[in-house]
């Protein structure tokens, strides 16, 4: 999966970024970083999950929310995790908290949300596959009486 990760940090806090970035490549993604230019719609519209990340002392909190607004414009599925302490006055948005000494529980949060929805997706597709199974079941149902019909006349 092309995961687009943008985030607000100082350079002392790149840890959490490291962090993270190290566990999505793990799970086999491709992880594309927000890197404040004209690409990132690009980069945010080619991706299948957002991931922004705000921490408390970052002056680029608002470029983190103008790429939010960019991968909801596109209907991309994504999250935000905010630092404890960031007040959020937005209750619209998705977000899971994160305290900077034990940044590891709020990746797997952010995991376990994303393989939820990998999973509903995939129950969807069985469904769908499912009653496209049973329609064409009545269909060939239907037309075997049909042919069946017009050599009786």
């Keep these: 999966m092309r995961v687009f ?7 002392k806090e790149l840890y959490l970024l490291t962090l993270l970035v190290s566990k999505l490549k793990e799970k086999g ?19 299948e999950f957002f991931v922004g990340l ?17 991968a909801e414009k596109f209907n991309k599925n994504r999250i935000l995790l905010i630092e404890e302490g960031v007040n959020v006055y937005r209750n619209d948005i ?10 590891d529980a709020a990746i797997r949060q952010l995991f376990q949300e ?4 990998a999973e509903k997706k995939s129950t969807l597709t ?5 009653v496209g199974a049973i329609i064409a079941g009545i269909a060939a149902v239907i ?11």
Excluded: A, C
Excluded at 5 to 11: A, N, R, T
Excluded at 94 to 103: T, V
Excluded at 114 to 117: A, L, Q, S, T
């Design 54 to 70: 705000i921490t408390n002392h970052s002056h680029s909190i608002n470029d983190v929310f103008n790429e939010w607004q960019i």
């Design 126 to 130: 069985e469904d769908i596959v499912k």
């Design 29 to 47: 993604n491709f992880v594309q970083l927000s890197d404040s230019n004209y690409l990132s719609e690009n980069y945010i519209y080619n991706t």
């Design 94 to 103: 998705k977000y899971i908290r994160f305290n900077r000494n034990n940044p």
């Design 143 to 153: 037309s075997l009486l049909g042919g069946e019909n017009s050599k009786k006349k």
């Design 114 to 117: 994303n393989d939820k929805k």
């Design 5 to 11: 990760v943008s985030y607000s940090f100082i350079d």
